[in-house]
């Protein structure tokens, strides 16, 4: 069994996958080619914003919204410890500093209540919640970047509110939840910029890398353009800002053309297989808990997590499982303040009790549009068992 099945889908598309990559191949605009331009009114259009800027990377497209912010050394950029490195490394790449906030233990998801209370402690420079230690009295606060973990949104409404009350910027990483549904908006429209992430084993994965920022503000939107072609002007050869070679390649975007056709087919099939493994898996005397989904949301799964007792019982059921050839994963081992990349801060164990808690006992199963039934019944069996 495969943890994410990208053959099965490809088999489905094979067709169309191969004209779309022969009429590159026929035209040769291999870079910014008619194909972006396609995907970035078709992405942008069905998220619900003015603009989508297709990138290299779901990494690029942080660090695009970061840049077009002019976020720099001396700023202060909120955001979870509880994700995968992109979402911190881009503010550190820039000079700046990250500021840990604690997740919601439901949502995993940035907790709304933690959030201000960071920022009030950052403003005052007080010892209200755990800061980096470096120069903290120095740092203005700038921005929150906001994950949807797992492909379920953040509390927007929150968070937003939170932003405006302090003057501060909110990037969307939606690089797990394109396709994912908050009060009747699509992820990556919930903040001033969305990123997402076309890394293949995302929800809308292409092969290779790729990403896309979203926005309704054509000033960013434009800065964004640009700082993604070398800080280019009005033409090819005037520079206006310092920026990154981090275009989409051509390719790339034909080929998430032709995965584009199925993809609201995907997010169902993704759905009908995340409420199967609740119904499999909930009221069992298996001691695991189920993901769970506020009302008015819905995750697109990029990934589903249960959270088990603790690191032993995690281990027991991993064991079980791979010895019936099940893969499992589990994201995230070990929350971003206690990475040696992040030492210099000076976080430590203890700081945001509800991550580490999580990374002990989080364990993600199988989850793709095209996994059965009865390997999901297999799975909820095995589980169940110990
Ligand atoms: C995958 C991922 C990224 C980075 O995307 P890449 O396309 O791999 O650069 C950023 N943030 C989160 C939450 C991700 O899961």
Redesign the pocket.
């Known amino acids: 069994m495969q943890f994410i099945d990208l053959a099965a889908q490809q088999k489905l598309i094979r067709d169309k996958i191969e004209a779309n990559i022969q009429a590159v191949l026929a035209h040769g605009r291999y870079i910014m080619g008619p194909e972006i331009k396609e995907l970035e009114k078709r992405l942008s259009e069905f998220v619900g914003v003015e603009h989508g800027i297709a990138c290299s990377?779901?990494?690029?497209a942080?660090l695009l919204a970061l840049m077009a912010y002019e976020v720099g050394p001396g700023d202060a950029v909120f955001t979870s410890p509880f994700?995968?490195i992109?979402?911190a490394e881009v503010i550190s790449l820039l000079g700046a500093t990250p500021v840990f906030v604690d997740i919601d233990p439901h949502t995993f998801n940035l907790d709304p209540e933690h959030l201000e209370r960071a920022v009030t402690a950052l403003s005052k420079s007080s010892s209200g919640y755990p800061l980096p230690c470096a120069e903290m009295s120095r740092l203005t606060p700038r921005g929150i970047i906001a994950?949807d973990?797992f492909g379920l949104p953040a509390d927007y409404d929150a968070i937003n509110a939170i932003a405006r009350k302090y003057g501060l910027f909110v990037i969307e990483?939606g690089?797990?939840s394109f396709g994912a549904l908050y009060r009747g908006k699509r992820a990556c429209s919930l903040a001033s910029i969305g990123c997402t992430?076309?890394?293949p084993a995302?929800p809308l994965g292409c092969y290779g890398?790729?990403?896309m920022c979203f926005t309704d503000d054509t000033d960013l939107a434009e800065a964004m353009r640009s700082l993604s072609i070398h800080g280019q002007g009005s033409h090819k050869y005037e520079n206006v800002r310092i920026g990154i070679n981090g275009r989409l390649d051509t390719l790339q975007a034909a080929i998430l053309n032709a995965k584009f056709d199925v993809f609201s087919k995907e997010v169902d099939l993704r759905q009908e297989a995340a409420l199967r493994y609740n119904k499999l898996l909930s009221g069992r005397q298996n001691g695991i808990s189920t993901p769970q989904v506020p009302s008015g949301m819905q995750s697109v799964w990029a990934q589903y997590s249960i959270l088990t007792k603790g690191g032993n019982h995690r281990t027991e059921i991993q064991g079980r499982l791979k010895d019936a050839g099940i893969p499992t994963a589990i994201y995230y081992p070990r929350p971003l303040h206690l990475q040696p990349a992040f030492q210099d801060l000076g976080y430590k164990e203890g700081d945001f009790p509800v991550s580490e808690d999580c990374s002990q006992r989080i364990m993600s199963l199988p989850m793709h549009p095209y996994l059965r039934a009865e390997d999901q019944e297999h799975i909820a069996q095995l589980i169940s068992e110990g």
């Open positions: 990377s779901g990494t690029d942080l994700t995968f992109a979402t994950v973990l990483d690089a797990q992430s076309f890394f995302k890398d790729g990403g």
